[in-house]
Structure formats: C-alpha cells, structure tokens
C-alpha cells in the first residue's frame, strides 16, 4: 500500500516531514502574505496601511526565531549576504538622528528601510527549497492578476474605480489619472513599475524550456496581459523600459547569438509598432503622449527634478540634504520652481545622492553592485541546458533558471528606479528585494554557523523575537502619527476649500483638531501635526470672533513649537505669522512671513501669505499686488492668490 511518506521521510513537494522544514513552509507563507496585502492595498503608501500590516512583521521575525531553534540534527548557517546593508542602515538612521532638518519625515524612510531588510534577511535565509521559492514567486505574481483586471475595468468601464488600503474612510482617484489605468494602486506610474518588475519572470518562463508546455502557453498570455496593461497606464517611461526589457530578456534565455537577436529585434519590433499604432490612431493616447513628451510634461518636469537633485548632491556632497529632505529642499530651492510640489526627483539615484550623500550613496549601490557581480559570475559557470532521460530536447538547470528570473528581475527594478519613485512605494520595493534575495540564495556564499549548542540558538530567537517587537514599538507611533497627520491635513483642505465649517457641520472641524492632537500624541516631534493643529485652530475665529482669543493663544504656541522643532522649514514661519496675524500681533507676523519668503523666495504659497498680510494696508497694496502676482508666475493654478490678485485691484 503506498503512502504520502516514503522511506526518507520525504513528502511530494512538501519536503522533509520535520519541524524545521514545517517552520520554514510557514515562514514562507508569511512572507507570501505581507507581498501580496501589501500589494493589493495601493502599494501600502499610506501610513495608515503600513500600520495595519505591521503586526505581520513581528509574526514574520517570531516564526524565523522559532525556526532558529528547530533544527538538530546539523549546525544552522546563516547568509551574512543582507548584512552588507548594515552601514547603509546606520548611515540612514544617522542623518534621521542627526542631519536632516526633516526627521519626522526621515523616519518614514528609515522605517521603510528597515522592513525591506527584515525582508530581505528572512527570504535569504529561509525559503531553503526549490518548492518554497517557487510558491513564494507564485504568491507574488498573484496580485497582478487582480491589478490587470481592474486596469482593464479602469480603462474600458469605470476610469473612477480604486482599490482598497485598510482604512476606515473612503479614497477618490485623483482627476488627472482619469481614463489611465492604475490597477490596484493610487497612480499609474507605480502600476507601471510594478508591471515592469513582473514582466521579465513571465518572459522567462514563457521562452526557456524548463515548466510543462501548458504552463509556458499561459505564460505566454500573461506577458501580452502585461504588455496590454503597461500600454494602458499611458506612462511611456515604462513603454521605454518595457521595450529595453524585451530586447535584453532574449539573452538570459537562449545559448545561440542568432537566437537571441532574432528574438529581441522580432519583439521590440511588434511592441513599438504596437505603441506606435495606438498613439496614432487613439485620441486619448496621442493627447497623452503630447501632454508627456511637452516641456511641462513628464519629460519637461523630470529634467527640472533631476537638475536640482544634483544641485543638492554638489551643495551637499558628503551627507546630503538629510533624509525625508528632498521636497523641502526643493520647495525652498532658489533658482527653481514648479507648479506641484514632488515627493523626490523621479529617479531613486538621485534620491538617495541628494539626500544622503556620496557616502550613503556608496553604501548603498556598493553591495547591490558587489552581488550582481557575483550573480553574473556564477550565471556564466552555469550551463545552458541539461539533457533528461524520460524528455525530448534539453531543459534549462533550475540554477540558471533561477539567476536569470533574479537578474533579469533586478535588471527591471533597476530600470524603475531610474525613473520613478520606487522607494516610496513598498510594495515595489518588496519585489526589488524578493528578485535580489533570489542572488544573494544562489551566488553569495558566505554564511555563519549557529553551531549545535541550544543556548546560541535560544539567543538567535529571541534576539529575532526581540527586534521585532522593538520594530513595532517604535514604528507604530511614527506611522499611527503620520496616518492621523496626513489624513486631518486632507480633510482640513477639503472643510476650507468647501467652507463647509462655515455653513456645514460645524463639528467637523472639531474632530480635525482632534485627529491633529491624537497624531500629537503617539510622536510629539511630527511638524506637520503641529502645523496642522495651529491652521485648523485659526479656522476657528470665523466660527465666533469675539470668543477666538483662547484658541489664538494656542494656535501661536502650537506654530511656535513646530518653529522650535525644524527652525530651518519656510512652513513653520509662514504658520507662525499666520498665527500672529490672528492674535493681533502684526510686528511679530510680518516678521515671522518675512522668514518664509527669505527662505522659500520660489514659492507660491509663500508669496501669497505675506502679499494677503500686507494687502491690509491701503500704503502697501501695489507691494502685495506685486507678490500676488509673483505667486501666481510661479503657480497659475493657485486659486487664492488669484483671488487676492482680484481683491487688490478692485481696491
């Protein structure tokens, strides 16, 4: 009678029946898990989401400690491959600790940092079986099974439609990526990348004969699924890299030259004339492709970001302007300006140039460089093809099947971060990380051995154990704060914008400031909170002028704190003479904007607040005319200050 347990112990795809391979399938698991949830809710962007996926982390360094101590039959060996990140670690918390003028920001990056090394230090030292790294890749192919669908539903039914992000309120695409899909994310610049970071596993596994030849067709049909999709987003960036792709996959596939020209040239054709043929003959396409290639377009707009990052970089050489940095860096720039303010330079390069410097720059691309030597080395030891008994022809080595998904992976992100944001979305960043641990497993040999002795291993675990509830601790204040923060800011917009705390329900503004004072409460050193709280305080004197002298009082201590926290921030000083302004201090107000403006003298807001200032004065009224006016060069859609622009000449 045959059984499910051979001889050996040994279960089909399953492994060794024992505790340390049943820890490691769960391990694996986990991982799966935080890949996929992190994915399907809008990358995990929002502070609120990253929050609500935290516990999956200490779960995650909980079972990786157990599996630590289950092995006892053969000493553990640990991979030291992740912790040639360590300095760059380091680096990054120095300049949130010490540099940045930033650091409530700052930490967002470090804590972002952070989980992609827990990541990448689990998935290199679990996931030990062919069987559990091919479910993990299959998990993380899952969601864009979802994500096409719903670009598709975008495109064709219902361009409004947004997925989910483990939050109790509700989330509207923004309007100016209506009619472009963007899957399960906020933008369709990040559903490109994420396209692009998928693209090269399926070509792969559609052209190497390694996987049965049901599986390769499907394949097939998911590469044109995903070709389809990055057309749809209309991002002609990622059309770009998705052409280099097809021209670069070729060669990680087949032995023969000829082959591997014939098939780059033969699919970059067909996609080109493809995006061509759309761009032609789709009118929603060709506007895009106009908007893009203008020089207030992407193309336009990235040459400005980037100019400037190098500006910081050559100012700054050594740390950089500070981590979290680069937007108010650049909001206070001197020489330039745009109409919307950016998160980064749309090139993670320079990011992480301008904000940390040559040094963190080094520590960072040193050890990626240093693996991707090594991966390419052991790519070319390998063979192209072994021969079976029991099959026809010769199939790929699963060593070099897997190196080139890695490479060709890591090739892709590469490529991402070149031109987007990846950093700033961890779900991309997951996928970078799972396509490099796939190097690190194959090529970096290195390890340290735990040895047999129980103590060594009952220390690991809780060490494993420790650090994750440590992780949590401090990470669950910072992104409960910038959760609480970011959404009172968005809510206190739309109750100004809509003066719905004039006219409405006038207890909506009362639960903003409430919101602004919990976010205060889980991390006291967040300024934006503090600013927050003094603007929504100010909205409150047009609820009862003659009672607004108590919350005056609190406004200004609030703006002052914020001044004390990050004195070289032009938004402080601008909320501190908005601030004074409402307290009747007029010196102290004008002195406080002028602080602005001397430190953001590009900025629209920064002119507008000090020309609505001064326009109270009938002798200074052609001066804030003039500041309206520079406001609105420098912003045309800054609807305030058009509207101070209107008042002034009518007076």
């Known amino acids: 009678m ?30 799966g898990t935080i890949i996929i949830l992190t994915t399907l809710n809008l990358g995990s962007v929002r502070a609120d989401t990253s929050l609500a996926l935290l516990p999956l982390y200490i779960l995650l360094l909980c079972l990786h400690g157990v599996w630590l101590l289950t092995n006892r ?11 040639l990140f360590l300095p760059a670690l380091l680096w990054l918390f120095g300049s949130v600790w010490w540099l940045t003028p930033v650091p409530w920001l700052g930490w967002t990056e470090l804590l972002y940092a952070v989980q992609a090394f827990i990541v990448l230090w ?63 994310f906020a933008d369709p610049y990040t559903y490109a990348a994420f396209l692009i970071v998928l693209l090269p596993s399926i070509l792969i596994a559609t052209v190497v004969r390694r996987l049965p030849k049901i599986l390769r067709v499907l394949s097939f049909y998911i590469a044109l699924a995903l070709i389809v999709s990055i057309t749809l987003t209309q ?13 670069l996959v070729p060669w990680f596939c087949f032995r023969q030259v000829k082959w591997r020209i014939l098939f780059s040239l033969v699919s970059m054709a067909l996609v080109s004339i493809l995006l061509a043929l759309v761009v032609a003959y789709h009118p929603l396409f060709e506007k895009s492709f106009a908007d893009a290639v203008s ?20 100012a700054n050489p050594v740390s950089g302007v500070g981590a979290g940095a680069y937007r108010i860096a650049f909001e206070q720039s001197s020489e330039r300006s745009l109409t919307r303010l950016p998160e980064s330079p749309q090139n993670d390069y320079l990011l992480i140039l301008s904000q940390l410097g040559v040094v963190g720059f080094c520590l960072f691309m040193l050890p990626i460089f240093y693996v991707l030597a090594k991966s390419f080395s052991a790519l070319r030891k390998e063979p192209h093809g072994l021969k079976l008994r029991d099959r026809e022809g010769v199939i790929m080595p699963p060593q070099r099947f897997f190196l080139s998904i890695g490479l060709t992976g890591c090739i892709a992100f590469g490529l991402c971060m070149f031109t987007t944001f990846t950093f700033y979305v961890p779900a991309l960043t997951l996928y970078g990380v799972l396509w490099f641990s796939i190097l690190v497993k194959t090529s970096f040999r290195n390890s340290w051995s735990l040895g047999q002795h129980r103590f060594i291993r009952l220390a690991c675990c809780l060490l494993a154990s420790g650090f994750g509830v440590a992780f949590y601790a401090v990470a669950s204040d910072k992104l409960e704060s910038r959760g609480l923060e970011s959404r009172a800011n968005q809510e206190l917009d739309h109750l100004v914008e809509m003066r719905i705390h004039l006219s409405g329900n006038t207890d909506l503004l009362d639960q903003v400031i409430l919101q602004f004072e919990e976010a205060l409460l889980a991390d006291s050193r967040n300024v934006d909170a503090w ?42 000083w601008a909320q501190l003479g908005v601030a004074y302004s409402f307290n009747a201090e007029p010196e ?21 607040y000090y020309g609505a200032f001064i326009g109270a004065e009938a002798s200074r009224r052609e001066e804030a005319l003039g500041h309206a006016r520079r406001a609105l060069e420098i912003n045309p859609d800054n609807s305030v ?4 622009e209107q008042k002034l000449l009518i007076f």
């Open 295 to 314: 020089e207030e377009g992407e193309a336009g707009v990235r040459l400005v970001l980037w100019e400037e990052a190098l500006v910081m970089a050559k």
């Open 588 to 608: 102290q107000a004008e002195a406080a904007l002028l602080q602005a403006l001397e430190r953001a003298p590009n900025s629209s807001d920064a002119h507008y």
């Open 122 to 184: 689990v998935l290199s030292n679990n996931v030990q079986t062919r069987a559990q790294l091919w479910l993990l890749i299959i998990m993380s192919l899952a969601p864009a099974g979802l994500a096409i669908f719903n670009g598709f539903y975008q495109f064709f039914q219902s361009p409004s439609r947004l997925g989910g992000a483990l939050i109790d309120y509700p989330l509207v695409l923004n309007a100016e990526f209506l009619g472009r899909a963007t899957g399960v």
């Open 531 to 572: 600013l927050g709280l003094s603007s929504a305080l100010c909205q409150l004197y047009y609820r009862s002028p003659a009672d607004f002298e108590v919350h005056s009082a609190r406004a200004v201590d609030s703006a002052q704190r914020a001044v004390a926290l990050s004195p070289h921030y032009w938004r402080t």
């Open 2 to 31: 045959s059984t499910i347990i051979d001889k050996h112990g040994n279960i089909a795809f399953f492994g060794k029946l024992s505790w340390d391979n049943f820890m490691d399938w769960l391990v694996t698991l986990c991982l």
């Open 235 to 247: 991002v002609y960036w990622a059309a770009l890299v998705m052409i280099i792709l097809l021209g």
């Open 73 to 83: 039959e053969s000493s553990r060996q640990l991979s030291l491959g992740p912790l």
């Open 641 to 644: 200050a058009r509207r101070l």
